[in-house]
Antibody, heavy 119, light 110 residues
């Protein structure tokens, strides 16, 4: 069974940093494309970024609003995905979901972790 | 950048009725790259359909997807009580690589 468990959310001041983690199990993590999607309270879904498997380059792609501020990385030895968020803005406040991306879709979702950016 | 528009914004129906949800893209989208999701309050979204018409694992056959080019449809043949939720479409664009979600359609009980 695919399991994705996010952690690391919390309250941070504007301009601050936060690192989210996602522990993965139940599938071949090293061969998986992994994404982050966020959802502001009461709003729709917004894709944040994607990291490819190392066999598919291991590179990353980001949505325009977070490019240059957020960094996705992975530790395949620990089956863990990360999202480093710097220079946080109030508009970054959202539930952040860790996702196994497959068939060009977000196939399996974690339960999400809440990030609140506020002074 | 491709923009997805979903209609209607809200669909009020009774259990047992048929639901037809529309997703329109601002430019042509490969069917391979079109997906649909269901989200219930307080829960993470769930993948229903990928590749425009393929049901994800465990999805009942009352859910079906169709369409091509710029117009895609999610159909729920007979609404069950657990189907009242928000539905999102999503497309993958390869240049540059991005995923884009539509604004969602809420299906609520009439």
């Amino acid at each position: 069974e695919v399991q994705l468990v996010e952690s690391g959310g919390g309250l941070v001041k504007p301009g601050g940093s936060l690192r989210l983690s996602c522990a993965a199990s139940g599938f071949s993590f090293s061969n998986a494309w992994m994404s982050w999607v966020r959802q502001a309270p009461g709003k729709g879904l917004e894709w944040v970024g994607l990291i490819y498997s190392k066999t598919d380059s291991g590179t990353t792609d980001y949505a325009a609003p977070v490019k240059g501020r957020f960094t996705i990385s992975r530790d395949d030895s620990k089956n863990t995905l990360y999202l480093q968020m710097n220079s946080l803005k109030t508009e970054d406040s959202a539930v952040y979901y860790c996702i196994l991306t497959s068939w060009y879709a977000q196939a399996y979702w974690g339960q999400g972790t809440l990030v609140t950016v506020s002074s | 950048e491709i923009v997805l528009t979903q209609s209607p914004g809200t669909l009020s129906l009774s259990p047992g009725e048929r639901a037809t949800l529309s997703c329109r893209a601002s430019q042509s989208v490969s069917s391979t790259y079109l997906a649909w999701y269901q989200q219930k309050p307080g829960q993470a979204p769930r993948l229903l359909i990928y590749g425009a018409s393929s049901r994800a694992t465990g999805i009942p056959d009352r859910f079906s997807g169709s369409g091509s080019g710029t117009d895609f449809t999610l159909t729920i043949s007979r609404l069950e009580p657990e189907d009242f939720a928000v539905y999102y479409c999503q497309q993958y664009g390869s240049s540059p690589p991005t995923f884009t979600f539509g604004p969602g359609t809420k299906v609520d009980i009439k």
